[in-house]
Nanobody, 126 residues
């Protein structure tokens, strides 16, 4: 069974940092475009950052300079380092995989991704 399992969410004060992890089971993350999405109750799920099979990265404007996506191929784990967090970053964060080697030009749309993790909650208090 192909699975993605996230960990690392939690509660933090504004200005703080968190690191999310996503490990692939029966799924080699290095072959594909993989990334992080987030969703709040009042908004659609949208992309935060992606990394492709060549380690090229793309970020949403709202997180540029604050978040870093990376992938450790030896452990088959995807990471999202989040810094300078604000309450607007509070959401459920999901990792996802696109069956393509390279990320779509509309990478922030969840329709391109066919494997998803269960989600991890991030709460930032002011």
């Amino acid at each position: 069974e192909v699975r993605l399992v996230e960990s690392g969410g939690g509660s933090v004060q504004s200005g703080g940092s968190l690191r999310l992890s996503c490990t692939g089971s029966a799924y080699t993350l290095s072959y594909y475009c993989v990334g992080w999405f987030r969703q709040t109750p009042d908004k659609e799920r949208t992309g935060v950052a992606v990394i492709d099979s060549n380690h090229r990265t793309t970020y949403a404007d709202s997180v540029k300079g604050r978040f870093t996506i990376s992938r450790d191929d030896a452990s088959n784990t995807l990471y999202l380092e989040m810094g300078s967090l604000t309450p607007e970053d509070s959401a459920i964060y999901y990792c996802a995989a696109d069956p393509s080697n390279y990320c779509s030009t509309s990478w922030w749309k969840d329709i391109h991704y066919n494997v998803w993790g269960q989600g991890t909650q991030v709460t930032v208090s002011s």
